[in-house]
């Protein structure tokens, strides 16, 4: 159980990590997959479309086909009267070689500069102008952009006045204040993600906006190292992202991290297999930034390793030396050289500083953590293989056997015998007895190919044993006497020869009968069964007929009072209207009177309430017409 809790342990740190420190960075594949994802949005089904694609192909350093039509899209779809389609397409127009605009949207940007604009629409209009190599009036921009913000200071609008603030000339440290005021609305995920609830883009834009204004006015952003590291987390979290927007922004947004005046975060990854043995001891990591890219020269130490099982320390401060004529973001330690580890599951704290004493830059790390799992060859001892009674009436028959060896004889075992078989499992390095996670022992018949697995449980000295009362287990063999093959099955996540063993052939011989139908004419408890077949509750009994008919008579006798008192006081019926309306209002109730009766005896819930809608219909209609002529009449 110990075991199992620590690779599902192990697992965990694996899959997400349990430090800030990213553990992932954005590969090449990812690379390669957003570039192809970027390439199918051609042919283009609109104009911003067009824009983060080719954009986005343009930061990925790759060649955007058909650049002559690309170029002839953005044209066709450009609109001067429309600031959106003037930025988007300027956009594309830099970006592709050789692709130029009419210069007929000045007034249009210009006449666009007032507060009853968006601040998304103030951006569009400055990049713009900056796309067309435009004068931007910057202080009545900052004067239009504070009043634009007064209204409307979402996190999507301080975003956007970041990235104009960033455009601009003179003195914008207004704009400059409000990035702390954005950076405290972030929501934290997880103790290691920091993101604003409109999603990865407006994430992307406020953290771009925030680095490109400290970098023009050459002040340090209000974002701590620790505010860093986690969006830097969620940047690479949502590298997956499908809409072009955002995997557009988010890209911007990696490669912000990889190159600002301020801070780099550093990644820590494993690098090959998890796995270190005897034949394989070193453990190799990866220390880039989010891109993947070498950091230069770096200081790079395993703090700690630590036993997930006992969290025994084995090993501390030991230096990792680069991958010689390898990857310059590889460094690497013999692992089983420096510790002399026990077969397990560890986690390595890996402390990560610049080997550039002028590189303020570098977010530092003492807290990554790779997890590593140390294996090693297991061995099978003492192997043994016998017979007994039942009753332990005589000595066990044993045989025993070596891997990978099996059983000379045939063994025979009938129902009136057990089957035992014990062993012991050792480190082949260190000789020590050891458990597993998986030990079975499986049954294959020879003729059937009809397999039956068994746990092998270890006693309290750890040794492997394992008992088959043939009688007893018969059922489970569906009495299928004959020749089987038993195997011995050893599996383990730090062991690296898993096996299975084909230790005996053993001949059983169970009681007759079984699967079959029973010699009286009953059907055998393990034969097919017949198939179920549902069935509606049974209608509960009726009372015997005496009781319903007396308490009908019971029922009928206020009915049979009122017409002995008609009789005795007289009834006048000279007020009957013997109208069509009458008469049919009268008959209606009859006929639910009558209906209720059949529901009774007969009819079920929803034959009653199908006839009751029809005569109900018709009772309601003589009887508003009734009603209707009476109240005329009065």
């Not at 590969?27 to 199918?40: E, M, S």
């Not at 130029?100 to 949207?105: C, I, R």
């Not at 093959?485 to 009968?513: C, H, Q, R, Y």
């Amino acid at each position: 159980m110990a075991r199992c809790s620590s690779f599902l342990l192990f697992f965990t740190l694996a899959v997400v990590g349990q430090a800030l420190t990213p553990t992932t960075f954005f590969t090449t594949n990812d690379q390669a997959r957003l570039r192809a994802h970027f390439l199918a949005a051609s042919p283009y089904k609109d104009l911003p479309t067009a824009h983060y694609s080719i954009l986005g192909l343009t930061l990925l350093g790759a060649a955007v086909p058909n650049n002559q039509e690309a170029c002839k899209y953005a044209q066709s779809k450009y609109d001067p009267l429309k600031v959106d389609s003037v930025y988007f397409a300027s956009s594309i127009s830099k970006a592709l070689k050789g692709c130029m605009l009419p210069p007929d949207a000045g007034q249009t940007l210009a006449d666009a500069v007032n507060e009853n604009s968006s601040v998304q629409d103030l951006f569009y209009v400055v990049s713009a102008m900056k796309n067309l190599n435009q004068v931007i009036d910057s202080p009545k921009v900052s004067k239009v952009l504070s009043a634009l913000l007064k209204k409307d200071d979402s996190i999507a609008s301080l975003g956007y006045s970041f990235h104009i603030a960033a455009m601009l000339s003179g003195n914008v440290d207004t704009f400059f204040d409000r990035i702390e005021d954005a950076i405290v609305q972030a929501d934290e995920v997880d103790g290691k993600y920091l993101q604003f609830e409109q999603g990865a883009g407006t994430t992307a834009l406020v953290a771009i906006g925030a680095y490109q204004l400290a970098e023009t006015l050459n002040k340090p952003p209000p974002i701590s190292a620790n505010q860093a590291m986690k969006f830097a987390n969620y940047f690479v979290h949502r590298k997956h992202t499908a809409n072009y927007r955002s995997a557009y922004l988010v890209l911007r947004a990696l490669k912000t991290f990889t190159n600002n005046k301020f801070h780099i975060p550093i990644a820590v990854t494993m690098a090959g297999q998890t796995a270190v043995s005897l034949e394989s001891p070193t453990v190799t990591v990866q220390v880039s930034n989010l891109l993947g890219e070498s950091l230069g020269k770096l200081n790079v130490v395993a703090e700690k390793a630590t036993r997930l099982d006992d969290s025994a320390v084995v090993l501390s401060k030991r230096p990792l030396k680069p991958v010689p004529g390898g990857d310059q973001t590889l460094y690497e330690f013999n692992l089983m050289t420096e510790a002399k580890p026990s077969r397990g599951f560890y986690e390595i704290a890996i402390d990560v500083t610049s080997g550039d004493v002028n590189e303020k830059r570098l977010l530092s790390t003492s807290d990554a953590l790779v997890s590593v799992k140390v294996t090693t060859a297991v061995m099978v001892a003492d192997a043994e293989v016998s017979l007994v009674d039942r009753d332990q009436s005589t000595a066990p028959k044993g045989n025993k056997v070596n891997y990978p060896s099996k059983v000379a004889t045939v063994m025979e075992a009938d129902y009136h015998q057990k089957l035992l078989m014990k062993f012991m499992l050792k480190d082949k390095l260190t000789q020590e007895v050891m458990k597993v996670h998986q030990a079975f022992v499986m049954f294959t018949n020879k003729n059937t190919k009809q397999e039956i697995i068994y746990v092998a449980e270890p006693d309290t000295k750890d040794v492997y044993k394992f008992d088959l009362d043939v009688a007893g287990k018969a059922a489970e063999f569906s009495g299928v006497s004959g020749q089987y093959l038993m195997s011995l099955i050893i599996g383990d996540a730090v062991i690296t020869n898993p096996f299975t063993w084909n230790i005996a052939e053993v001949k059983l011989k169970f009681p007759e009968g079984l699967g079959k139908d029973n010699d009286d004419g009953t059907a055998s408890p393990y034969a097919v069964k017949p198939e179920i077949k549902h069935q509606f509750r049974e209608p509960e009994k009726r009372p015997p007929s005496i009781i319903s008919n007396a308490f009908t008579a019971l029922v009928l006798v206020p009915v049979l009072v009122l017409l002995i008192m008609w009789f005795k006081i007289g009834v006048n019926m000279g007020n009957f209207p013997f109208s069509p309306s009458a008469l049919g209002f009268h008959l209606g109730l009859t006929c639910i009177f009558g209906l209720y009766y059949y529901f009774w005896i007969q009819l079920n819930m929803f034959d009653t309430m199908k006839y009751l809608t029809i005569v109900g219909g018709i009772t309601f209609f003589f009887g508003n017409r009734l009603l209707g002529s009476i109240a005329s009449k009065r």
